[in-house]
């Protein structure tokens, strides 16, 4: 009998969730912030949604991932809710508008 080897755990559950942190690593080597101050505020992010529930690394953990990111792109001025809000509704349309199957592409004028 042949020993076949293990595959080894995925690093995420979920696409977005390695979506997310590789920007948050991207932002970060790009300058726009230090680790240090990432990992404050994004432990402050856990702590306070920690006391509604269980963070297991999955959608929880991550919803938090991103909106940890995004009030720290806010606060330094690098976008704001408003500017969000128009990039998810133009995501959404975008989405809504694609055939099953399809890549789904972003238009230049939401950009």
């Known amino acids: ?3 076949t080897p293990q595959r080894p755990e995925p690093a995420f559950e979920a696409p977005w969730h390695a979506q997310a942190f590789a920007l948050a690593v991207h ?6 912030f230090t680790w240090p101050e990432w990992v404050e505020r994004f432990s402050a992010g856990l702590r306070q949604a920690g006391l509604s529930r269980e963070l297991n690394g999955g959608d929880d953990y991550f919803t938090v991932w991103l909106a ?3 009030r720290l792109m806010a ?15 133009g995501w959404a349309e975008a989405y809504l ?6 890549p789904v592409h972003l238009p230049d004028d939401v950009i």
């Open 68 to 70: 940890t990111l995004q």
């Open 97 to 102: 508008s694609t055939p099953h199957g399809a």
């Open 27 to 32: 932002l970060n080597e790009s300058g726009l």
């Open 1 to 3: 009998m042949t020993d």
């Open 75 to 89: 606060d330094q001025g690098h976008t704001d809710a408003d500017e969000v809000e128009r990039i998810r509704q």
